[in-house]
């Protein structure tokens, strides 16, 4: 945690236990409704996410824009087995890089968790405890980030486990991110391939959670892109 925040660090338990991708990909037959045996996480009314029309120039916030966070990106994203391009590009359209960020529904901080759905979800996936965090909890960086991406986990390790495709994983837990993952299970029959889910998307979400989709997937092989070029220019200055 940053400064001022060491209290909540302290009362946060150790992260679960780490799984490969390769424990993650339970047999398919399982099917998605073996995600019905966990508790639902809420389904926050969301407001639309401001989305540019085009994310992918390199002024529009490149990589020094992400700076002040990047050692929390890259913490949680190894902790939670995330890329960080994704979690780089959740927070450029979530909020910006502004960790102050407020919407009208109350979503905070740079990965917009609203307190009593999203942040209390990833609160007690992480300490088994029934809590709503607080707002200063949740505009604090790298709590905020950290609960992010343990919603992220949350998600893929108790609805969609049996996925083994990473572009069909992203998409879904992007999805679920947006609209709620009750809404997909609603809609979804196993077996399902990508191109049912965009047609699902397509067909039955809203026109914000087809745009989210297209413009996070968009950045994130935009931050991908950055963060190979950082981290090859940061091995040429040690050359």
């Not at 047999?27 to 073996?34: F, K, L, S, Y």
């Not at 949680?76 to 529904?105: C, D, K, V």
């Not at 209390?120 to 991406?149: C, H, M, Q, Y």
């Not at 992220?152 to 991110?177: C, N």
Request: contains cysteine.
């Amino acid at each position: 945690m940053q400064a001022g925040t060491g209290s909540t660090h302290s009362r946060l338990l150790p992260p679960c236990a780490r799984l490969s991708w390769a424990t993650l990909a339970l047999a398919v037959a399982a099917g998605v409704e073996q995600a019905h045996a966990h508790p639902m996480p809420s389904s926050p009314p969301r407001e639309p996410t401001p989305i540019s029309a085009e994310p992918t120039a390199a002024a529009d916030h490149p990589l020094s824009a992400a700076a002040p966070y990047l050692a929390s990106v890259r913490r949680w994203a190894r902790e939670y087995q995330l890329p960080e391009s994704l979690l780089l590009a959740m927070i450029h359209t979530e909020s910006r890089f502004n960790p102050q960020a407020r919407s009208g529904a109350n979503a905070l901080g740079l990965m917009q968790l609203i307190p009593e759905y999203a942040g209390a979800d990833a609160w007690a996936f992480l300490t088994g405890e029934k809590r709503v965090p607080s707002d200063s909890e949740l505009l604090d960086p790298d709590t905020n980030i950290r609960l992010g991406a343990a919603y992220l986990r949350m998600l893929r390790e108790h609805y969609w486990r049996d996925i083994d495709d990473p572009a069909l994983l992203q998409a879904l837990m992007l999805a679920s991110y947006n609209w709620g993952v009750g809404n997909l299970l609603r809609r979804l029959k196993s077996p399902f391939d990508l191109a049912t889910l965009e047609k699902v998307i397509e067909r039955s979400a809203p026109r914000e959670t087809v745009g989210y989709l297209r413009v996070v997937r968009q950045r994130a092989r935009h931050y991908e892109v950055l963060l190979l070029a950082d981290a090859e220019r940061a091995t040429t200055q040690l050359t």
